[in-house]
């Protein structure tokens, strides 16, 4: 596996290693999740080189590359194909292992990565053992992925480069739909087309449980349904009319630090509420639509609301890294993956809640740009989105895999921003002027899919420091 070490391939290594498959592979530099494979006995190499190919004692039936990661030139890919070894990518194994059983897929725009771990946790809860593959760490298991006993297999489906296409679920849960990556799609009736092919390869057996308040996600049903797809939608009470039933609907819904509490209509009846462990109201429709999912493939009801009321989280989705005391009052620091403008908002709109229920205090949001494309696209959106904080900051872009465009850096998002904003160079420039600004009672959250997420822990020891 060349790249095992990141946090999709890393995923698939431990499925197969719990299966009883012999894995090596290699990765660019040092890493916790390297080193833990290792101790589960991967055998694996630090750097790229051909001879990895042989550290298993013989030359492996197969080389499994992450499509969007590695170079044509890399010197364990171009080895394999000289000697003639199958290539594939990560999702083509991905496919191979849902194919042994029955098989729940997550995709959308946002929310896969939660509404895969509220699925996981659901269904463990109710005595079910799934392998699953998750683009995050869940926190209350401590991994990304994992090889289970029973013939069902859960996953996080991606569709950032169109490999959605590869994979024949049983069920798919759709959390929504709109444009996003148009770095890799060029349109938004590409991306979209992606999703629609991709719902289309649903069996007559299986079902698409889908977002019936998104009106990309809602689109995409509507189409699937006339493909011949059975659409089992979900919704808030009084949401948009999409002209497809809803199987299940929240109302009354409320969010503080513990959670988010709903009342629960179920195949039309009142069944009382569901309580998921994670603030926002998209988080408890996520945790419905995980319930729905289950029920396909006939896991108790009682014992997945069980599992959603204790979800524990997922790393990098609303974690909070602590609080630091400050003049007679504490400084609380979570840190979210968000890097869309609707994922900005969802997370800041539940985070409101959160400040709003733990009594006086501002909301501070710490936002890094990822991708040049991406905030040039967004800019404004981004602005809006972080208007519903108090207090901004707006780090430079994290370019990630894109070179930079002359022009777009982070002060193009911060000129959107409504409220105080401050456009800062780097980490070491946010560390200080959140430190600086930071009051009793703040909410500080750092947001982003790039190193940001490094920012939490050094914030806090500022804040112990100015104390």
Request: hydrophobic content about 45%.
């Amino acid at each position: 596996m060349i790249g095992i070490g990141g946090a999709g391939m890393s995923g698939v290594a431990r499925i197969l290693l719990d299966h009883g498959v012999a894995v090596s592979g290699s990765d660019a530099r040092d890493s916790d999740d390297l080193r833990a494979l290792a101790a589960r006995g991967a055998a694996v190499r630090v750097g790229h080189d051909a001879a990895a190919l042989g550290v298993l004692g013989a030359p492996p039936e197969v080389v499994v590359v992450s499509k969007a990661a590695i170079p044509a030139d890399n010197p364990e890919l171009a080895a394999a194909r000289d000697a003639g070894i199958p290539v594939v990518t990560r999702s083509q194994v991905l496919g191979h292992l849902a194919r042994a059983g029955r098989s729940i897929m997550v995709c959308g725009t946002h929310g896969k990565t939660s509404t895969t771990s509220m699925l996981i946790a659901g269904m463990l809860a109710a005595g079910r053992d799934p392998s699953f593959a998750v683009g995050g760490t869940v926190l209350q298991f401590g991994t990304n992925a994992r090889g289970g006993a029973d013939p069902v297999f859960v996953a996080e489906a991606d569709e950032s480069d169109g490999s959605l296409v590869h994979y024949e679920p049983d069920v798919v849960i759709l959390t929504n739909a709109e444009p996003d990556h148009l770095d890799h799609f060029g349109t938004a009736e590409a991306y979209y087309e992606v999703f629609d092919t991709f719902l289309a390869r649903i069996p007559a057996s299986g079902a698409l449980v889908a977002c019936l308040d998104d009106p990309g996600s809602a689109e995409r049903a509507r189409r699937a349904a006339a493909a011949g797809v059975r659409v089992v939608g979900y919704r808030t009470a009084g949401g948009p009319e999409s002209g497809l039933p809803a199987a299940a609907e929240l109302a009354d819904l409320t969010v503080d630090g513990d959670g988010t509490d709903a009342s629960l209509v179920l195949d039309g009846a009142p069944v009382g509420r569901i309580h998921v462990g994670a603030p926002g109201e998209h988080m408890a429709l996520n945790a419905l639509a995980a319930l729905l999912a289950a029920r396909e493939i006939g896991v108790d009801t009682d014992g997945l609301l069980a599992g959603l009321a204790g979800f524990g989280g997922v790393g990098r989705r609303f974690e909070p890294k602590g609080s630091a005391a400050l003049d007679g009052g504490r400084v609380q620091v979570y840190d979210d993956y968000a890097h869309h403008p609707t994922e900005v908002t969802a997370v800041l709109s539940a985070a409101r809640d959160v400040v709003t229920a733990a009594g006086p205090g501002r909301l501070v949001a710490v936002f890094q740009p990822h991708l040049y494309s991406r905030t040039r696209i967004f800019a404004a959106e981004f602005g809006a989105a972080l208007s519903l904080a108090d207090e901004v900051v707006v780090l430079d872009v994290y370019g990630a895999r894109e070179q930079p465009e002359p022009g777009v850096d982070g002060g193009l998002v911060a000129r959107h921003v409504t409220v105080d904003v401050h456009h800062v160079p780097d980490l070491d420039a946010a560390l200080a002027a959140v430190v600086g600004l930071v009051r009793p009672g703040d909410v500080v959250f750092t947001l982003g899919a790039g190193d940001v997420t490094t920012l939490g822990p050094r914030i806090l020891d500022g804040v112990a420091g100015r104390a």
